[in-house]
């Protein structure tokens, strides 16, 4: 095929022909938004996150590649992703100007891409690094791609709670990269993003919510309702602050994170409530979408001061009790 040539292909959804065009003119821009470079840019950050503050260390080379085999880890299970979620982008307002359903990347192209990314990201992580983070890494794209893509995404309101498990091991990665080992604290690292996918996904949802009716995806919003989504996300907001705060508590962060921590915790609850509480109209919308934009913020702070304590050398919460 020609680049100036052009095909038709017809997606079906729920009985209903999506006609997608594929011009086989895609280039370096739409290959990079497969890799979903905003939900990669989160796993790069918290796998380095865990990477370093892991006890011992890794030439920085060594760093280097393991931080670049995750990153093209999390890029190959985004691409997998929107290879098998086409014909649903392709009716969602959100999603609709993604490579596979405008066209500009047939979706057989996205699956090819997915594989050989996640095939040799894994490969080149356990022949350089150790099996142990390759592992996790396979099992993590595995885990997104078919375990959550596939299988939940399309059959329970429970897909974002089970399915974030994907989201929460970078940092466990990174740790392993340097350890070769999965300890208590790289356990909690993964904890903390797990417990707080489900707020941060379901106030998204609720702004979304006519989108994945359209689209026939059981998010929790569409099947048990707005009032049951708002209970949810306070229930796991409470459950997650003192998670957030359980790092300066088992003695590897300090005082400036259990501070830090505790008051993001306070204010996160406070735009849990919101959300529970506004419930008409544009008022709601907007609290959800604070409580979204809020939470981003929440899950970079915490990481990031861990970060900072661990590169300053500030003393642990343990060592000043």
């Not at 470079?37 to 370093?52: C, E, N, Q």
């Amino acid at each position: 095929m020609s680049l100036m040539e052009q095909t038709d292909q017809t997606a079906t959804l729920n009985g209903t022909d999506i006609t997608m065009v594929d011009f086989g003119g895609a280039d370096v821009r739409d290959y990079i938004a497969l890799l979903k470079p905003r939900v990669m840019s989160l796993v790069v950050f918290t796998a380095f996150v865990g990477l370093a503050i892991a006890p011992g260390s890794l030439h920085p080379l060594e760093s280097f590649i393991a931080i670049l085999c995750i990153a093209i880890g999390g890029g190959a299970s985004g691409a997998l992703n929107m290879w098998y979620d086409a014909d649903i982008d392709a009716v969602m307002t959100r999603t609709a100007n993604r490579p596979v359903p405008a066209g500009r990347i047939s979706r057989e192209q996205a699956l090819s891409f997915g594989l050989s990314l996640s095939v040799g990201s894994v490969l080149i992580l356990g022949l350089l690094i150790n099996w142990l983070a390759a592992g996790l890494l396979a099992f993590t794209i595995f885990f997104y791609a078919v375990v959550y893509t596939i299988w939940l995404k399309r059959s329970t309101p429970q897909n974002i709670v089970i399915g974030g498990a994907a989201g929460a091991f970078p940092p466990m990665i990174g740790w392993a990269a340097v350890t070769g080992s999965v300890t208590m604290e790289s356990i909690l690292l993964f904890l903390i993003i797990f417990m707080w996918t489900p707020p941060h996904f379901w106030a998204l949802a609720l702004i979304k919510s006519e989108d994945y009716r359209k689209a026939k995806v059981p998010m929790l919003p569409v099947v048990a309702g707005e009032a049951v989504t708002r209970a949810q996300i306070l229930l796991y907001s409470v459950l997650l602050v003192p998670l957030g705060m359980a790092p300066a508590a088992l003695g590897f962060a300090g005082i400036t994170y259990a501070v830090l921590s505790a008051g993001l915790g306070a204010l996160f609850l406070v735009a849990a409530l919101r959300v529970y509480f506004i419930r008409e109209g544009a008022p709601a919308k907007k609290a959800a979408g604070q409580m979204f934009g809020f939470s981003i913020l929440y899950l970079f702070a915490l990481y990031a001061t861990l970060l900072a304590e661990h590169l300053i050398g500030l003393p642990m919460l343990s060592a000043l009790i």
